[in-house]
């Protein structure tokens, strides 16, 4: 009976190092920001826009002139001709300025629908810039990363779309 406590005790410890191991991988600052950022394409991919809200700061602002409501405003009401949407981040790189991170890519959309999809995908697809996502860590949590800014100089978008 004593040798099952001591292997049941050893067994618990090991569980537990890892466990403590993967959380500590998880929630590295560099990692937080590369998921927060997929996660949030994926939520957009799936039209999802509590979801895609949820990942953004309050204090949100774009090199549009944007804030969090008209950003998902403008991204419903482009995205909602598309039949189905795919979003593609190619070469994502991660760079941190604790407590901000950056998140670069070039991002590239496919898709089917509307009469307006296709100008959409090939206006995206066309830019020679990465799409930058910068990211703030909100409290002493590792998880709590909220999107601060969206920058593609190459993007132009001039007047009201609606």
């Keep these: 009976m004593q040798s099952t406590f001591r292997i049941g005790l050893y067994a618990g ?9 993967w959380l500590a991988q998880l929630w590295q600052e560099e990692n937080q920001v590369r998921l927060h950022s997929e996660h ?6 799936a039209r999802n826009w509590s979801g895609a809200g949820d990942f953004m700061a ?3 602002r774009d090199d549009w002139g944007d ?6 405003d403008r991204l419903r009401l482009v995205l909602r001709s598309f039949a ?8 994502p790189q991660v760079r941190l300025d604790p407590p901000t ?21 090939a206006r995206v697809n066309s830019l020679t810039e990465p799409f930058e996502l ?17 920058r593609n100089p190459a ?7 609606y």
Excluded at 40 to 45: A, D, G, N, P, Y
Excluded at 105 to 116: D, H, N, P, R
């Design 13 to 21: 410890i090991v569980v537990a190092a890892a466990l403590g191991l």
């Design 101 to 121: 991170g950056n998140w670069s890519a070039k991002i590239q959309i496919g898709g089917t629908g509307g009469e307006f999809v296709p100008e959409v995908v």
């Design 58 to 60: 309050g204090d949100y």
């Design 155 to 161: 993007l132009k978008i001039s007047g009201q779309i």
């Design 84 to 91: 189905s949407l795919t979003i593609t981040a190619a070469d």
């Design 67 to 72: 804030d969090r409501t008209l950003v998902l």
């Design 40 to 45: 949030l394409l994926r939520k957009i991919e």
């Design 134 to 150: 910068d990211w703030r860590r909100e409290s002493w949590a590792p998880w709590d990363w909220k999107l601060i800014r969206v």
